[in-house]
């Protein structure tokens, strides 16, 4: 049971690149997440996903994009890389429930130069 | 969406109990309290919990007093590696609105 599988795991853009960041989760969850944790700060929502083709903001969307064609996979999209992107993104997931327990990915580091 | 309040930081030695307190006081009726633990370059992990009263696993007990405005959560005997952050969340997932927000957590730091 893999849980929650972030790819890759390090990477370092160039300034105006794109890529993106693949998130797939085995345990049929509903609930998906992005975040981005920058050093010494807290966790901050990029965008969220309650199931397969629905996806609403978060607190910090904006430079980036998200879909959900299924229900396992959230990929994060960013356009026009800029250095502010520079972070530790998290993926998690969770069941549909009242305070339903998140798993969360390993992370992926990003460096834009 | 009922917003929480932490300590931004503490310090504890081994052995020793650890209780960090979470400030709720607009939880709503159907909302859950629960905890997450992170470590330095990891994800955030669940911890515990729970709706009232108290809750109790092999990791931590969750103190909930009647009005639900606030929550404790008490980790036993913490050792050097519990040195994390903690973090405190209040929401209802059924609720299609529910944003599972961090706050800035509690940075708790065990010495030997």
């Known amino acids: 049971n893999a849980g929650v599988t972030q790819t890759p795991k390090f990477r370092i853009l160039k300034i105006g690149q794109s890529m993106t960041l693949q998130c797939t989760q085995d345990?049929?969850?509903?609930?998906m997440y992005w975040y981005r944790q920058d050093p010494g700060m807290g966790l901050k929502l990029i965008y969220y996903s309650v199931g397969a083709g629905i996806t609403d903001k978060g607190e910090v969307p904006n430079g980036y994009n998200v879909s959900r064609s299924t229900t396992e996979d959230f990929p994060l999209r960013l356009e026009l890389a800029a250095p502010s992107q520079t972070s530790v993104y998290f993926c998690?997931?969770?069941?549909?429930?009242?305070?339903?327990?998140?798993?969360f990915g390993q992370g992926t580091r990003l460096t834009v130069v | 969406l009922a917003k929480t309040t932490q300590p931004i930081s503490m310090d504890s030695y081994e052995g020793q109990e650890v209780n960090i307190t979470c400030s709720h006081n607009n939880i709503a009726t159907n909302d859950y309290i629960t905890w997450y633990q992170q470590f330095p370059s990891q994800g955030p992990r669940f911890i515990i919990q729970g709706y009232k009263t108290k809750v109790t696993n092999e990791v931590a007990s969750l103190f909930i007093p009647a009005d639900r405005k606030s929550s404790t959560l008490s980790l036993p005997r913490v050792s050097l590696s519990d040195t994390a952050v903690y973090y405190c969340?209040?929401?209802?997932?059924?609720?299609?609105?529910?944003?599972?927000?961090f706050g800035s957590g509690t940075r708790l730091l065990v010495r030997p």
């Open positions: 345990m049929n969850h509903n609930y």
């Open positions: 998690a997931s969770s069941y549909r429930d009242r305070g339903g327990e998140a798993f």
């Open positions: 969340l209040v929401g209802d997932r059924r609720d299609s609105s529910y944003k599972l927000i």
